[in-house]
């Protein structure tokens, strides 16, 4: 293995085994359950659900797989807080989605070399990735990793 | 820069971010702000700070970077829960030991190649590093930067 495949391998692992225990969260639960907050007055559970797909969903044209899945999901979940008295999908719906998301970017990731990794994501100009590198796929990969353990953390104090 | 070049310092400026938003949650509150808890009856702020003191601690040696510098932290902020009634260290204790640990490691950072990071962890045989390759440092990095932002997370509750 070069150190290009074994550091890609690497990030993939650190991803699969977020989402792996973000599933174990989430998935299994009733839609009851989803409704309890992480703590008194913070997001509920369903919240926290739904972010992470939509956010997953934007993934997709980010890192130049495809065009969004569910860009309906960024209204409830990504641009307006969380409120109780606010309609979410079932728990039924949100697994669905959840697969899907996942699914499409796995496959994505499935076809990109260690190189690719290296390149721009698509909200960077080739100019701006020219001064700096470091604004590349796999960036996005590790932040997005990141940002699923930040909401665990949180899902955990249920 | 080569890939490996690129994939190394994308993943360092990931664990920097993470540093960095954690010195920002930490650094600077009073002792008493410190004892607050992320939620009701959960972990004060004062024992995340220290358990992330006290795992990264650890990595000097899993890095093979050098000694532990504060095994001491180990009781209070990882064997055992966090209690009110627990004694612990004053913020600017806290701080100062932050900054040692966290320039220790910066300096092993810094004389690691792309593929020291490939390689395997002080915690692996090289027999079992054989099986499984992905069992490297850069693992460790990465694991160690999720698990920060699964406190910050927790942290930005308060």
């Keep these: 293995m070069t150190p290009e495949q074994s550091m890609t391998a ?9 989402i792996s225990r973000a599933e174990k969260t989430f998935s299994g639960l009733s839609d009851e359950a989803l409704r309890r907050p992480v703590a008194p007055g913070k997001n509920r ?18 890192l130049g797989i495809g065009e969004r899945l569910h860009p309906e999901l960024d209204a409830p979940f990504l641009k307006e807080a969380d ?24 496959a994505g990731f499935d076809r990109f070399s260690p190189t690719d990794w290296t390149q721009r994501h698509t909200a960077m100009s080739d100019a701006d990735f020219a001064t700096n590198p470091l604004r590349n796929r796999l ?7 990141g940002h699923i353990a930040y909401h665990l953390g949180q899902c955990a104090l249920v």
């Design 139 to 145: 960036a996005v990969l590790l932040s997005r990793t």
């Design 45 to 62: 559970l369903v919240y926290l659900y739904g972010h992470l797909i939509a956010v997953h969903d934007a993934m997709l044209p980010l």
């Design 83 to 106: 409120s109780a008295a606010a309609d979410v999908p079932s728990a039924a719906t949100l697994k669905a989605l959840w697969d899907e998301v996942h699914g499409a970017l796995q």
């Design 10 to 18: 690497t990030a993939l692992q650190s991803w699969a085994l977020s």
